[in-house]
């Protein structure tokens, strides 16, 4: 039995189910607990197959006998909430998976289609903010072609989003239409502020070590937050500043 067939009869047997004035019989309890212990087991073997992971090394690291792990997998016993516990943390699952309603298999399902989905329309992005550049150049397709010297059908698809743009031609364009890689990179959505939370990390990472534990330390973030104001000011207006910062040390 796969866990949906037990998940469809479970919610069929299930007592909290059914109205309050309804009686169920021990054997109605029964039943219900057969389904609960078999898709728990469905759960166990799923996240157990997902972490590549043997009965024999789970029952190894839960000092139980490989049986025992098999006994849990098709149902015929259930293991405790602490037992749950470790082997959630063995195979890296939360432990509420063993209480949930879903595979890791459906879930990785439904990842693979969204990201299919975030593909397709990264691609048509992609090619709308190429076709921007190369108009705000005043570029035709032609002249990029002749740029890049990659055909003008070949272009317009891009543009389009009808093909994934390679890296390598999405970098000649782009220089072609006086633009950087940066200019077409994702920053809207939560993979694109991770993108971005990564580059912004590599640059930091990059910073002399002096400069690095300056920004680190607390204490210093008044400085930081006085330079950021400097930054932002008008150089006229900043002139002034550093004017006024010697005539008081003079």
Not at 111 to 118: F, L, M, S
Not at 143 to 172: F, K, M, N, W
Not at 201 to 218: G, M, S, T, Y
Request: hydrophobic share 40%.
């Amino acid at each position: 039995m796969d866990f949906k067939d037990a998940s469809s009869r479970f919610k069929k047997m299930n007592p909290e189910q059914e109205p309050a004035s309804a009686q169920a019989g021990p054997s109605s309890f029964e039943e219900s607990y057969r389904l609960r212990a078999r898709m728990v087991g469905v759960l166990i073997r799923d996240a157990r197959l997902n972490a590549q992971r043997s009965t024999a090394e789970c029952a190894q690291m839960l000092r139980v006998a490989p049986q025992q792990i098999e006994a849990w997998e098709y149902g015929d016993s259930v293991p405790s909430l602490p037992q749950l516990e470790l082997l959630a943390n063995y195979l890296g699952v939360p432990v509420s998976h063993f209480w949930g309603t879903e595979t890791i298999s459906d879930e990785q399902s439904r990842r693979a289609d969204a990201q299919q989905e975030y593909l397709a329309l990264r691609d048509r992005m992609i090619g709308a903010l190429l076709r921007q550049a190369r108009e705000e150049s005043s570029l035709s397709l032609e002249d990029l072609s002749q740029a890049t010297h990659i055909p003008t059908d070949q272009i317009e698809r891009y543009e389009l989003g009808e093909e994934p743009l390679p890296l390598h031609e999405l970098s000649v364009l782009a220089n072609a239409a006086n633009r950087n890689l940066s200019y077409f990179l994702e920053s809207s959505s939560y993979i694109g502020q991770l993108l971005a939370n990564r580059e912004t990390w590599k640059h930091f990472a990059d910073l002399p070590d002096e400069i690095r534990q300056f920004a680190a330390n607390p204490l210093n973030i008044g400085f930081i937050e006085i330079a950021i104001m400097l930054s932002k000011m008008p150089t006229d207006r900043l002139r002034r500043v550093g004017e006024s910062m010697l005539e008081i040390t003079m």
